[in-house]
């Protein structure tokens, strides 16, 4: 097995929701296109979201995934053996209803199946459970694992529920049974959130994250689930130093977790002990993050060791995040040793996903 694209993405399209069950295509997005610019949304009820079909740097039938070979054949140039995809239109919150959400997710998690046949075992996939009603989550779950997705897509809140809430667990122990890891995708699933922050991409999208893989360390949800592997993606990695720190700090001097992972406060503790902190709770509690070419590496591999990062393309999206040619950068060398380039690339996402 070659390298692997931890975060690639599929635009939706109205072909998407021609994979809707027949009686719930009443529920189906209407496409608008502005008469001004010919931008295009999606109105699902009363709410409207912008499409992103924005990625202009890759071919548009390989984009959508309308030519699947299409697809195949620029993953080939860029170097790339295996992406794994996940949704666009589901970073945000999308309704608050139960009805609407299964059927939104059934469509699309049934047009992935097709997208995965088509692929020649290329284009794996992260299901997207509707999160409303756990035991469609865990149907969908089902569907997903038997139809070549190799994750569970969640964002750091959904709904009214941080991703520390007994109400999922059913899933979580659903995911751990079929080798399935929970991948947390920038972005949130909360409508008061997302409207609070606007245009504010970066507290919209971005740190919400950081705040999920605090809330689950904190409160132990790893360790209840021994067997199930989380990640963090298109978020950067340089912040896992902050966010381990403050984990440590705020826990009482005595408490189970800093002597598991730091003996007191991390500020007392010796570099090389302080960095083994944060290493240790990454592979105690089976998680990865998805660093981008852009972040300091010396700096995160310091602190998080080298096992548990992995990198994406933000394939198919113009935003940021999207480096098209992160694998290219990475595999070429000279910004980090081709030791950890093989692990980066192909070993870690490799163990992540189950591949």
Known sequence: MGVIDADAHVIETARTWNFMLEEERRFAPELLVSARNGVEFWRIEERVFPNSNLGLNVPEDARDLTDVNSRLAHMDSLGIDIQVLYPSLFLRPLT????VELALCRGYNRWLAEIWKLGQGRLRWVVVPPL??????????????ANGACGVFMRAFEGERLLSDSGLFAVYEEAQRLDLPICIHAGTGNFDYYDHFGQDVFSRFKLPSV???NNLIYQGVPERFPNLRWSFVETTSQWIPYAVNDLIIRTAA?????????GHVLSQVRPKERN??????????RIYVACQTSDDFRYV????GEDNLVVGTDYGHADYSNDIEAIQTLARGGKISASLAQKILVDNP????GL
């Open 96 to 99: 608050a209803r139960a009805d």
């Open 301 to 304: 591999v310091d602190c998080a």
């Open 132 to 145: 409303r009603s756990v035991d469609r989550a865990i149907e969908e779950i089902h569907l997903g694992k």
């Open 211 to 213: 705040g999920a893989f």
């Open 350 to 353: 490799k163990r992540l996903y």
């Open 276 to 285: 083994l902190a944060a290493e240790t709770l990454l592979r105690d509690n």
């Open 254 to 262: 005595e408490s189970e977790f800093q002597r598991k992972y730091a």
